[in-house]
């Protein structure tokens, strides 16, 4: 058994083989990742761009009180020959560019418009309410960088591009297995010692989200031969997830199926409550994690181990999410033998900080807690953290939300 740090390093020293990249529509693209750097094919803004509905003037030419001609009016999209000379306004709208001559913008409502001239109430200062040609973006610039997964943030400067369409790694392709005799699917009705199989349905989520593409096998019986002919029928996968049978139980046939396979197994347990029983192993190109059956221990391993291998084989640069440093809202305490990843949300304070809440759960089958989870709190074996307690809190973080990460597992 191995601890939590040295786990995630094994999983951050998996040798991967790059992604290929494909081209997807820009709405398609949000939780992927770059594989190439956008380019911007001119400046931005490409002109000196206003920014309020006024009048664009000369700022040294403003009195307050004295009438400037109104020589012409442009609206936004309007290529104008108007110049601004000494004397003189020009009535302008918001997103039209600047006219020659002029280095200010008046708000309107700091105008007084009377037949054909204006006065200013105010004396404005050079460059307001100007967005300046190429403050933003020169012709040439890659404001993006290859890695990066795609954010709702950044689709509007994407679109600005002209991204119609975006290079993004190709998704890795996640086979999705779980075993067990008892196990039936959602459309059934469960018989007496028979429940629905749920690890599926919350992995493909899970997947999804780290920017993977899910793919769900039939449930397998407790049998060796029909899980490893799962497993060998899944070859086609970067990723297999196999739930169940992880542990050293009469019907816990993990271990016999990898060996079977050609796997080589990195570790078999890890020093955590819950989710102790997990398995990584390789063959060949392809990765094997074998996680806990309970719904519990299969969610928590998978954003401790499984999430940044997905990210890192979806081309992510930075897998690792940063954890955070936060207070406790009641006391937790983990056993002595193994660290406590708690399933906990996150609470309100007073004056907007935000506090870690440990949530009660009744075991590793309690989905009405997993529903609530926004974070995990990590405490040592053996400590107890008290109420206000500052505590090491792991997000619980999709591929599209921006959230920090590192290149490697943080300690």
Do not use: Y
Not at 275 to 291: D, H, M, S, T, Y
Not at 338 to 353: H, M, T
């Amino acid at each position: 058994m191995i601890a939590l740090i040295e786990a995630q390093r094994r999983v951050s020293g998996l040798a991967l083989r790059p992604p290929p990249s494909e081209r997807v529509p820009l709405a398609a693209a949000i939780g992927r990742t770059l594989a190439e750097a956008p380019r911007s094919d001119r400046d931005l803004p490409p002109f000196d761009r206003v920014t309020m509905d006024g009048f664009a003037v000369r700022a040294g030419d403003v009195e307050v009180g004295r009438p400037l001609r109104v020589v012409a009016a442009i609206a936004a999209g309007e290529a104008s020959t108007a110049t601004v000379v000494a004397g003189s306004a020009v009535r302008i709208m918001t997103g039209a560019p600047l006219p020659a001559g002029a280095d200010a913008v008046v708000p309107i409502e700091e105008a007084d418009v009377d037949a054909g001239s204006v006065r200013f109430r105010r004396i404005p200062t050079a460059g307001q309410n100007l967005h300046r040609r190429a403050c933003d973006l020169r012709e040439g610039d890659r404001p993006l960088a290859a890695g990066r997964r795609i954010t709702p943030a950044m689709v509007p400067l994407l679109a600005t591009l002209g991204c119609a369409e975006v290079a993004v790694a190709r998704a890795p392709r996640v086979a999705l297995l779980a075993t067990g005799s008892e196990l039936v699917e959602l459309t059934q009705r469960p018989q007496a010692a028979q429940i629905r199989e749920s690890n599926r349905h919350a992995l493909a989520a899970q997947v999804a989200s780290a920017g993977a593409l899910p793919l769900p096998l039939p449930i397998v019986r407790d049998d060796p031969a029909a899980i490893v002919a799962a497993v060998r029928g899944a070859a086609a996968a970067e990723v297999v997830l196999l739930t169940g049978g992880s542990s050293v139980g009469d019907f816990d046939f993990a271990h016999d199926v990898l060996a079977t396979v050609g796997a080589t197994v990195l570790f078999d347990a890890v020093r955590i409550k819950p989710g102790k029983p997990v398995i990584l192993a390789r063959c060949g190109e392809q990765v094997l994690f074998c996680l806990p059956g309970n719904p519990v221990s299969a969610f928590v391993t998978f954003e401790l181990l499984v999430r940044p291998l997905l990210e890192r084989l979806a081309g992510a640069a930075e897998a690792w999410p940063w954890p955070l440093a936060l207070p406790l809202a009641r006391s937790v305490k983990a056993p002595a033998e193994r660290d406590l990843l708690q399933i906990a949300r996150l609470v309100p304070q007073a004056g907007g900080a935000l506090a870690a809440e440990p949530l009660r759960s009744s075991g590793s089958g309690d989905l009405v807690t997993i529903a609530a989870a926004a974070a995990l709190i990590h405490v040592p074996r053996g400590r107890e953290l008290g109420a206000g307690e500052t505590a090491r809190v792991v997000p619980l973080v999709a591929s599209a939300d921006g959230w920090p990460r590192a290149l490697e597992p943080i300690e």
